[in-house]
T-cell receptor, first 113, second 114 residues
Protein backbone atom coordinates (compact mmCIF):
# COMPACT_ATOMS: atom_id res chain seq x y z
CA UNK A 1 0.00 0.00 0.00
CA UNK A 2 1.12 3.50 -0.73
CA UNK A 3 2.20 5.67 2.18
CA UNK A 4 3.91 8.96 2.76
CA UNK A 5 5.79 9.74 5.94
CA UNK A 6 6.77 13.14 7.18
CA UNK A 7 8.65 12.27 10.36
CA UNK A 8 8.82 15.80 11.74
CA UNK A 9 5.52 17.12 13.06
CA UNK A 10 6.90 20.51 14.00
CA UNK A 11 10.16 22.27 13.15
CA UNK A 12 11.38 25.61 14.45
CA UNK A 13 14.12 27.54 12.69
CA UNK A 14 15.56 31.00 12.96
CA UNK A 15 15.00 33.46 10.18
CA UNK A 16 17.90 33.25 7.75
CA UNK A 17 18.78 29.70 8.70
CA UNK A 18 18.63 26.81 6.26
CA UNK A 19 15.73 24.39 6.22
CA UNK A 20 15.22 20.76 5.31
CA UNK A 21 11.85 19.03 5.62
CA UNK A 22 11.86 15.28 5.29
CA UNK A 23 9.53 13.12 3.25
CA UNK A 24 9.71 9.37 2.72
CA UNK A 25 7.34 7.37 0.57
CA UNK A 26 6.46 3.78 0.03
CA UNK A 27 5.39 3.03 -3.50
CA UNK A 28 5.68 0.12 -5.89
CA UNK A 29 6.33 2.05 -9.05
CA UNK A 30 7.95 5.31 -10.03
CA UNK A 31 6.17 7.95 -8.03
CA UNK A 32 5.14 11.45 -8.89
CA UNK A 33 6.11 13.65 -5.96
CA UNK A 34 4.81 16.98 -4.80
CA UNK A 35 5.28 19.49 -2.03
CA UNK A 36 2.40 21.76 -1.07
CA UNK A 37 2.33 24.58 1.46
CA UNK A 38 -0.64 25.69 3.51
CA UNK A 39 -0.55 29.04 5.26
CA UNK A 40 -2.90 29.54 8.20
CA UNK A 41 -6.49 29.69 7.02
CA UNK A 42 -5.45 29.19 3.41
CA UNK A 43 -5.65 26.51 0.80
CA UNK A 44 -2.87 24.28 -0.50
CA UNK A 45 -0.38 25.92 -2.79
CA UNK A 46 1.90 23.84 -4.99
CA UNK A 47 5.57 24.50 -4.25
CA UNK A 48 7.18 22.04 -6.65
CA UNK A 49 6.80 18.68 -8.28
CA UNK A 50 8.89 15.82 -9.61
CA UNK A 51 7.73 13.67 -12.48
CA UNK A 52 10.95 12.51 -14.11
CA UNK A 53 14.37 13.70 -15.24
CA UNK A 54 16.64 15.81 -13.10
CA UNK A 55 16.27 14.64 -9.52
CA UNK A 56 16.81 18.14 -8.13
CA UNK A 57 13.77 20.26 -8.78
CA UNK A 58 13.31 23.95 -8.23
CA UNK A 59 10.08 25.43 -7.00
CA UNK A 60 8.55 28.71 -6.08
CA UNK A 61 9.61 30.94 -3.18
CA UNK A 62 13.21 29.68 -3.35
CA UNK A 63 12.43 26.08 -2.43
CA UNK A 64 14.01 23.01 -3.96
CA UNK A 65 13.64 19.29 -3.43
CA UNK A 66 15.74 16.28 -4.30
CA UNK A 67 14.36 12.90 -5.30
CA UNK A 68 16.51 10.04 -4.01
CA UNK A 69 15.18 6.73 -5.24
CA UNK A 70 17.61 4.67 -3.16
CA UNK A 71 16.32 6.31 0.01
CA UNK A 72 12.69 6.65 -1.12
CA UNK A 73 12.92 10.28 -0.13
CA UNK A 74 11.92 13.65 -1.49
CA UNK A 75 13.20 16.21 1.00
CA UNK A 76 12.37 19.88 0.70
CA UNK A 77 15.09 22.47 1.25
CA UNK A 78 15.55 26.19 1.39
CA UNK A 79 18.92 27.85 2.01
CA UNK A 80 17.59 30.85 3.94
CA UNK A 81 14.19 30.88 5.59
CA UNK A 82 12.03 33.99 5.72
CA UNK A 83 9.43 34.73 8.37
CA UNK A 84 6.74 34.44 5.70
CA UNK A 85 7.67 30.76 5.20
CA UNK A 86 5.95 29.87 8.47
CA UNK A 87 3.23 27.45 7.40
CA UNK A 88 2.37 23.77 7.16
CA UNK A 89 4.12 21.76 4.49
CA UNK A 90 2.71 18.63 2.93
CA UNK A 91 4.46 16.02 0.85
CA UNK A 92 2.26 14.07 -1.56
CA UNK A 93 2.69 11.11 -3.87
CA UNK A 94 0.87 10.11 -7.01
CA UNK A 95 1.35 7.23 -9.39
CA UNK A 96 0.70 6.47 -13.04
CA UNK A 97 -2.88 5.39 -13.40
CA UNK A 98 -3.75 6.53 -9.90
CA UNK A 99 -6.64 8.86 -9.47
CA UNK A 100 -5.62 10.73 -6.36
CA UNK A 101 -2.69 11.89 -4.31
CA UNK A 102 -1.63 10.44 -0.99
CA UNK A 103 -0.56 13.05 1.51
CA UNK A 104 1.76 12.95 4.46
CA UNK A 105 0.59 14.25 7.80
CA UNK A 106 2.37 17.54 7.32
CA UNK A 107 5.20 19.43 9.01
CA UNK A 108 4.45 22.69 10.73
CA UNK A 109 7.24 25.23 10.34
CA UNK A 110 7.73 28.00 12.85
CA UNK A 111 10.20 30.77 12.05
CA UNK A 112 11.64 32.79 14.91
CA UNK A 113 13.19 36.21 14.44
CA UNK B 1 -4.73 31.97 -7.20
CA UNK B 2 -4.95 28.34 -8.31
CA UNK B 3 -7.98 28.90 -10.52
CA UNK B 4 -10.09 26.47 -8.50
CA UNK B 5 -13.07 28.22 -6.95
CA UNK B 6 -14.97 26.94 -3.94
CA UNK B 7 -18.11 28.26 -2.32
CA UNK B 8 -19.03 28.92 0.37
CA UNK B 9 -15.80 29.76 2.17
CA UNK B 10 -17.35 29.34 5.59
CA UNK B 11 -20.46 27.53 6.71
CA UNK B 12 -21.96 26.92 10.13
CA UNK B 13 -24.81 24.49 10.46
CA UNK B 14 -26.52 22.32 13.03
CA UNK B 15 -26.26 18.60 13.53
CA UNK B 16 -28.63 16.60 11.37
CA UNK B 17 -28.68 19.18 8.62
CA UNK B 18 -27.58 18.90 5.00
CA UNK B 19 -25.19 21.19 3.14
CA UNK B 20 -23.85 21.46 -0.38
CA UNK B 21 -20.35 22.59 -1.21
CA UNK B 22 -19.64 23.84 -4.70
CA UNK B 23 -16.49 23.75 -6.78
CA UNK B 24 -15.50 25.17 -10.15
CA UNK B 25 -12.34 23.58 -11.54
CA UNK B 26 -9.60 25.37 -13.42
CA UNK B 27 -10.40 26.11 -17.01
CA UNK B 28 -9.64 23.05 -19.11
CA UNK B 29 -9.41 20.62 -16.18
CA UNK B 30 -11.62 17.56 -16.48
CA UNK B 31 -10.88 15.92 -13.13
CA UNK B 32 -12.26 17.15 -9.84
CA UNK B 33 -11.24 15.80 -6.46
CA UNK B 34 -12.65 16.32 -3.00
CA UNK B 35 -10.52 16.12 0.12
CA UNK B 36 -11.35 16.53 3.77
CA UNK B 37 -8.87 18.03 6.19
CA UNK B 38 -9.46 17.61 9.90
CA UNK B 39 -7.18 17.86 12.91
CA UNK B 40 -7.38 14.18 13.76
CA UNK B 41 -7.47 12.65 10.26
CA UNK B 42 -5.25 14.98 8.28
CA UNK B 43 -5.86 15.25 4.53
CA UNK B 44 -8.18 12.50 3.39
CA UNK B 45 -9.14 11.82 -0.19
CA UNK B 46 -12.89 11.53 -0.57
CA UNK B 47 -13.77 11.12 -4.22
CA UNK B 48 -12.74 11.93 -7.77
CA UNK B 49 -14.76 12.68 -10.87
CA UNK B 50 -13.51 12.79 -14.42
CA UNK B 51 -15.61 14.42 -17.10
CA UNK B 52 -18.79 13.73 -15.22
CA UNK B 53 -18.08 10.17 -14.16
CA UNK B 54 -16.95 8.90 -10.80
CA UNK B 55 -13.40 7.58 -11.10
CA UNK B 56 -12.16 6.85 -7.62
CA UNK B 57 -13.53 6.68 -4.12
CA UNK B 58 -11.60 7.18 -0.95
CA UNK B 59 -12.74 7.51 2.63
CA UNK B 60 -16.11 9.00 1.82
CA UNK B 61 -18.97 8.31 4.20
CA UNK B 62 -22.29 7.02 2.91
CA UNK B 63 -23.89 10.22 4.19
CA UNK B 64 -21.76 12.13 1.70
CA UNK B 65 -22.23 12.20 -2.04
CA UNK B 66 -20.85 14.15 -4.94
CA UNK B 67 -21.43 14.75 -8.59
CA UNK B 68 -19.86 16.53 -11.51
CA UNK B 69 -22.09 18.37 -13.90
CA UNK B 70 -21.79 18.76 -17.70
CA UNK B 71 -20.16 22.17 -17.25
CA UNK B 72 -17.59 20.33 -15.08
CA UNK B 73 -18.39 22.05 -11.83
CA UNK B 74 -18.85 19.71 -8.91
CA UNK B 75 -20.89 19.60 -5.75
CA UNK B 76 -20.26 17.71 -2.54
CA UNK B 77 -23.38 16.98 -0.55
CA UNK B 78 -23.05 16.28 3.16
CA UNK B 79 -26.16 15.05 4.97
CA UNK B 80 -27.18 14.07 8.50
CA UNK B 81 -24.27 16.13 9.69
CA UNK B 82 -22.46 15.22 12.86
CA UNK B 83 -20.08 17.23 15.00
CA UNK B 84 -17.22 15.16 13.66
CA UNK B 85 -17.90 16.34 10.14
CA UNK B 86 -16.54 19.76 11.05
CA UNK B 87 -13.54 20.16 8.79
CA UNK B 88 -12.00 22.01 5.89
CA UNK B 89 -13.18 20.56 2.61
CA UNK B 90 -10.95 21.05 -0.37
CA UNK B 91 -11.79 20.76 -3.99
CA UNK B 92 -8.96 20.23 -6.44
CA UNK B 93 -8.69 19.77 -10.17
CA UNK B 94 -6.33 18.46 -12.79
CA UNK B 95 -6.30 18.00 -16.52
CA UNK B 96 -6.77 14.25 -16.21
CA UNK B 97 -6.02 11.75 -13.46
CA UNK B 98 -3.49 12.40 -10.74
CA UNK B 99 -0.83 10.17 -12.21
CA UNK B 100 1.57 12.49 -13.97
CA UNK B 101 -0.69 15.51 -13.67
CA UNK B 102 -0.53 18.35 -11.23
CA UNK B 103 -3.49 18.74 -8.91
CA UNK B 104 -4.40 22.31 -8.02
CA UNK B 105 -6.35 23.02 -4.87
CA UNK B 106 -8.96 25.60 -4.05
CA UNK B 107 -8.92 27.56 -0.82
CA UNK B 108 -11.40 25.24 0.82
CA UNK B 109 -14.77 25.45 2.48
CA UNK B 110 -14.74 25.60 6.26
CA UNK B 111 -17.63 23.62 7.68
CA UNK B 112 -18.53 23.94 11.32
CA UNK B 113 -21.26 21.69 12.68
CA UNK B 114 -22.72 22.81 16.00
Amino acid sequence: AQSVTQPDIHITVSEGASLELRCNYSYGATPYLFWYVQSPGQGLQLLLKYFSGDTLVQGIKGFEAEFKRSQSSFNLRKPSVHWSDAAEYFCAVGQTGANNLFFGTGTRLTVIP
Amino acid sequence: DSGVTQTPKHLITATGQRVTLRCSPRSGDLSVYWYQQSLDQGLQFLIQYYNGEERAKGNILERFSAQQFPDLHSELNLSSLELGDSALYFCASSVAGAGGNTIYFGEGSWLTVV
